[in-house]
Each structure stands twice: as C-alpha cells, then as structure tokens.
C-alpha cells in the first residue's frame, strides 16, 4: 500500500521434491501497512550434527554443540525440524556413555535422499598390529588371551585394508576369525582395534516414519511399529525382543550387524508383519538356550537376503536355523567375492526349513556352508524351489 516499495517471493527454482513442505501466507503486521510473508516451513535445508553425551551433557545448559552437549536423545531429536530436505543428512551423535539413552518416538518426513542418522561410538577392547591374515582371519601372536571377542566388531585402522569392519565370530588367544572375506587382507603393515559398542539405548527402539539409518549403535530391545519402514543398520547390535515370542525387527538393511538372543523364537521373526525385503550382509546371528528357529521368514510377501558370508548359528538347541513358511515368502542366497564368501548355516537341528509354500532359491551355485546340524535342509515337497546348494 501507499506506493512503496514491493517485494517479490520467486518460488520457480524451488525443487520439485519440497513441494507440501514450504508454506508461505501473506500476513499484515500490527501497524505496517501492505503485506509481508510469514515462512510457515518446517524443514531442514542444511545438514548438521548435534551432540549428545549421557553422562556430561545438558539439556538445561546445553546447546547440542560438540562442546556442549545435550544430555537425551529426547532433547536433541526435539531440535530436528519435522522435515528433512532432498540431499540433507542431520546426525545425531551420541557419544559413548555409562548410562543408557532412552528411546522416544522418531518420525520425520524425508523428502529424496533426505536422513535422519542416529550415531554411537564404540569403545576399544584391544588394539594392536597384525601379524598375519587370511581373507577370513587375523592373527596377532598372544594378544587375545581367554576373552570372548565373539560378536564383537573388529576395525582396520591403518596400513593394508585400512577401513574395513568385521563382526568377530570366533577368537583364539592369537587369533580371530571374521564373518565374511576382506575386501582387501590386511598384512604385518596394518593396526586394528577390537571395539564393543558404547552407545546404547534402553527400552524397545520403534522408529516411525521417515529414513533413518543407525549406525554403531546397540539396541536391546527392538521392536516391530505400526508402520513398517526400511531402515538401514550399520555396524549395530541388536538383541532380543521378547523372552517367548522371539524378536520382530523393523525392516531394511543390515551390514555387519550381530544379533543375539535366548528367545525361543528367533533373532530375526517377520510373522507375517513388514512386508518387503530384508538384507543381511556379514552379519553374525546367534542363539542360546531352548530355542525354536533363528530367522523366520513367515508370511506372504517377505524377501529375505542373506549374503557375504554371513553366520547363522543356533547355539546347538534351535529346531531351525532358517524356516520360511507360506505362501510367497521367498529367501535368496547369494555371493559378491568367490567361494569363500558363502554364508555359515550351523549348529541346528534342521539348517534350513521350507514349508507351507515358502520358497528357497539359489542359482546354480553354493552359497551356504551347513556345519553341526542333524540335518541341513528339508522341506514339504512341493513347497520349494532351490537348485546348487
């Protein structure tokens, strides 16, 4: 009004993947005359990292600052905006603490590549220098003594290999053993760490909407939502989610994660829930106790792909190592680096179990080592389709 000055809002440049997600109103402000524009845009433009530490954080003095951290992950995620823009990544990093951080309700809307990362750090166990390594061990003379690294995730921190992470499936006093093959074998020029995870969140984790990828991070309890969702795990701990029922996971990605559990039915349970596919790279799935199966892949529409050497172990008391069960639910098996890259079915009394309709299909080619089962695999006849294996 009154003939000043105009202002223009350009939305033509704005990317096709914000849209539903900017909105702006023209507002009139108290004692101005003409319009301006109110922004109502709840969305995150730029990635970020925000600090947590459970320990010496803050959420009273705290800023989210790496120097000054906030104390949960409750204040931390209340700082993420509701959105999440194309090719933005906001971290949440906690750091490595004596006590627990407590699950709250994670939901956010991601447009394109957007993420929301939930970050640990570990601690290490023991370091060192190699001494010698095939493309499945690394030997350090002495420097593992009576400790259990099983299950625990080995690092190569420098020289030939560097980079590279395993899940432990065994130790020696001298020696462990990997899930899956080195990309690249380390040699007597590389330094590793053996590391145990220092972040861990207490309660059932129950991510909600939006991509979310968890990266060194371990969760007792981890629970199936009302939406089902592909997340993806990295480097995570994962472990059991009922005593009886066995645990439900959400659904997506997991690379070189270790499951445990002493429920009686399974490390991995989809029970006709998540329909979609789950991966599962290098990891180590593990049982104790009386238990009925490891990974359960019931229910149409459930695709499981176990690959790159990844282990299956019933302890020597599950019925099944893997069951697939109904109708158009299928497991795939496959390998990226050669023979030695083959997943380990062991220790159960039936390795693999098809039935009801479920399918197990390989392509002419083998792709599972069974060790320690009264029997390898079985299935109602008809119900299955597996060719070399």
């Given at each position: 009004?009154?003939?000043?000055?105009?202002?223009?809002l350009?939305?033509?440049?704005?990317p096709s993947?914000?849209?539903?997600?900017?909105?702006?109103?023209?507002?009139?402000?108290?004692?101005e005359?003409?319009?301006?524009?109110?922004?109502?845009?709840?969305?995150?433009?730029?990635?970020?990292?925000?600090?947590v530490?459970?320990?010496?954080?803050?959420?009273?003095?705290?800023?989210?600052?790496?120097?000054?951290?906030?104390?949960?992950?409750?204040?931390?995620?209340?700082?993420?905006?509701?959105a999440?823009?194309d090719?933005?990544?906001?971290?949440?990093?906690?750091?490595?603490?004596?006590?627990?951080?407590?699950?709250?309700?994670?939901?956010?809307?991601?447009?394109?590549?957007?993420?929301?990362?939930?970050?640990?750090?570990?601690?290490?166990?023991?370091?060192?220098?190699?001494?010698?390594?095939?493309?499945?061990?690394?030997?350090?003379?002495g420097?593992?003594g009576t400790?259990?690294?099983?299950?625990?995730?080995?690092?190569?921190?420098?020289?030939?290999?560097?980079?590279q992470?395993?899940?432990?499936?065994?130790?020696?006093?001298?020696?462990?053993?990997?899930?899956?093959v080195?990309?690249?074998?380390?040699?007597?020029?590389?330094t590793?760490?053996i590391?145990?995870?220092?972040?861990?969140?207490?309660?059932?984790?129950?991510?909600?909407?939006?991509?979310?990828?968890f990266e060194l991070?371990?969760?007792?309890?981890?629970?199936?939502?009302?939406?089902?969702?592909?997340?993806?795990?990295?480097?995570?701990?994962?472990?059991?989610?009922?005593?009886?029922?066995?645990?439900?996971y959400?659904?997506?990605?997991?690379?070189?994660c270790?499951?445990?559990?002493?429920?009686?039915?399974?490390?991995f349970?989809?029970?006709?829930?998540?329909?979609?596919?789950?991966?599962?790279?290098?990891?180590?799935?593990?049982?104790?106790?009386?238990?009925?199966?490891?990974?359960?892949?019931?229910?149409a529409?459930?695709?499981?792909?176990?690959?790159?050497?990844?282990?299956?172990?019933?302890?020597?008391?599950?019925?099944y190592?893997?069951?697939?069960?109904?109708?158009?639910?299928r497991?795939?098996?496959?390998?990226t680096?050669?023979?030695?890259?083959?997943?380990?079915?062991?220790?159960?009394?039936?390795?693999?179990?098809?039935?009801?309709?479920?399918?197990?299909?390989?392509?002419?080619?083998?792709y599972?080592?069974?060790?320690?089962?009264?029997?390898?695999?079985?299935?109602?006849?008809?119900?299955?389709?597996?060719?070399?294996?």
């Amino acid at each position: 009004g009154g003939g000043g000055a105009s202002t223009f809002l350009d939305l033509t440049d704005t990317p096709s993947s914000y849209s539903g997600y900017a909105k702006y109103s023209p507002m009139v402000k108290d004692d101005e005359t003409g319009l301006a524009w109110q922004s109502f845009a709840d969305m995150e433009l730029e990635s970020r990292t925000i600090y947590v530490d459970a320990d010496n954080g803050s959420d009273t003095t705290g800023d989210g600052s790496e120097s000054n951290p906030f104390q949960t992950y409750e204040k931390a995620l209340s700082t993420v905006r509701n959105a999440i823009a194309d090719g933005v990544t906001i971290t949440i990093f906690l750091k490595a603490a004596t006590n627990p951080y407590t699950w709250v309700d994670t939901s956010r809307l991601c447009a394109g590549s957007g993420l929301l990362k939930i970050q640990g750090e570990m601690n290490v166990l023991v370091s060192g220098t190699v001494d010698s390594a095939t493309n499945t061990t690394l030997t350090d003379t002495g420097a593992f003594g009576t400790n259990d690294y099983s299950g625990k995730l080995i690092h190569i921190t420098g020289g030939t290999g560097a980079g590279q992470w395993r899940v432990i499936d065994s130790n020696t006093a001298d020696q462990v053993t990997v899930c899956g093959v080195w990309e690249t074998t380390p040699d007597s020029t590389s330094t590793y760490e053996i590391v145990d995870w220092g972040t861990e969140f207490s309660g059932t984790v129950q991510p909600g909407n939006g991509r979310i990828e968890f990266e060194l991070v371990k969760m007792p309890k981890c629970g199936p939502t009302a939406v089902r969702l592909d997340i993806t795990c990295d480097r995570c701990s994962l472990e059991q989610y009922a005593p009886v029922d066995g645990s439900e996971y959400i659904r997506g990605i997991f690379d070189t994660c270790s499951f445990y559990t002493s429920a009686q039915q399974g490390c991995f349970r989809t029970d006709g829930k998540g329909v979609g596919t789950y991966v599962f790279r290098r990891c180590r799935l593990k049982m104790s106790g009386i238990n009925y199966v490891v990974v359960y892949a019931k229910g149409a529409g459930h695709y499981f792909l176990i690959e790159r050497g990844t282990v299956i172990d019933g302890g020597g008391a599950a019925s099944y190592g893997i069951k697939v069960a109904l109708a158009h639910a299928r497991l795939f098996c496959q390998q990226t680096n050669g023979v030695w890259d083959k997943n380990t079915i062991r220790n159960n009394s039936v390795g693999l179990r098809v039935e009801a309709g479920g399918k197990a299909t390989f392509t002419g080619t083998t792709y599972n080592t069974y060790s320690g089962n009264s029997t390898d695999r079985e299935a109602d006849t008809g119900t299955y389709s597996w060719y070399a294996n």
